[in-house]
């Protein structure tokens, strides 16, 4: 099987990535490391149980990870997935807080990485800061991870956050540095750009949330207020349906990246280096175009 550690700050799309990785019967889940992000801590380590609560899978354990960006910035005015990160919808039945595993979800990662060397996958869907701890804690991380794969970044200057910066390494530029440039294992990278580029349609969103199961139901209740669009747009689940199956990746960019921390409108800003400037050796794989057959295909077993 294929072993995953998973590093989500729950909002409706990590939802969505979570639930196809917990679908994809190639997977072993090791463990969820939670991260502040869409919404705050306690209600990302909540959103983790629900969701695993939907889909029977209470016995994978889950970590409480940092509340605040490495400088001690919060965001406490983001609320695109509503104030509790899935939509305000509400749930008599989520399971209490008292099933987190009493471990951090910093020194689980490392812990779990160490134990199954050259062996796991860290999927990374929030802000870098859980990641960026545990490499400052134990600088072998990097080296002993399988690969790594993240959902942040962009490509072109365009963010969704700020002017210039995508939501997870502007909401902790510094921990995205450290992770760009620290990293040293096969890193792959699903972009903002990259995301909306190979965005599905409404209609076909209609009818995943439609089936009638249990998890289909619980999507269409946290996506309800969801802001009506023309394209339906699952950010993190590219990064998870690249670990579970690299075929849907069909064309990616080989680039060193960084991160730009002093830009007024550019803070947070991924930065390619092209020109290959800074002379850095590691590369990282930038996702261009996915499979979106296959993709679908693995969005809709999510539900099923
Ligand atoms: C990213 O920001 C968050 O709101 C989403 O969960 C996703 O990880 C997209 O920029
Ligand atoms: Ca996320």
Known sequence: KKLFLIDVDCGVDDAQALMMALAAPEVEILGITCCFGNTTIEHVCRNVLRVLHVCNRMEIPVYRGVSHSLLGEINPEFAHFGGDGLGDAGDPNSPGLEHLQQEDAVHAMIRIINQ????????????????????KLDPSIPKKLHKLYIMGGNLEGRGNRTVCAEFNFCLDPEAAYIVMNEFTCPTYIATLDFSRAN????????????????????????????PQKDSFVSYDSYA?????????????????????????????????????????????????KANLEKFKQRLWSALA
Not at 116 to 135: C, E, F, K, M, R
Not at 206 to 224: E, G, L, R
Not at 250 to 268: D, I, K, M, N, P
């Open 199 to 226: 965005s599905l349609t409404m209609e076909y969103f209609k009818d995943w949330v439609n089936q009638d199961t249990a998890k289909a139901k619980f999507m269409k209740t946290i996506t309800a207020r969801w």
């Open 240 to 288: 998870v349906a690249a670990a579970i199956d690299e075929s849907i990746i069909t064309e990616s960019l080989e680039c060193a990246v960084s991160v730009e921390l002093q830009g007024h409108y550019t803070r947070g800003m991924m930065v390619l280096d092209s020109d290959e400037k800074l002379k850095k050796n590691h590369k990282v794989t930038l996702m261009k």
């Open 116 to 135: 199954y060397q050259d062996q796991v996958s860290l999927i990374a869907l929030g802000p870098l800061t859980n990641v960026a701890l545990a490499i």
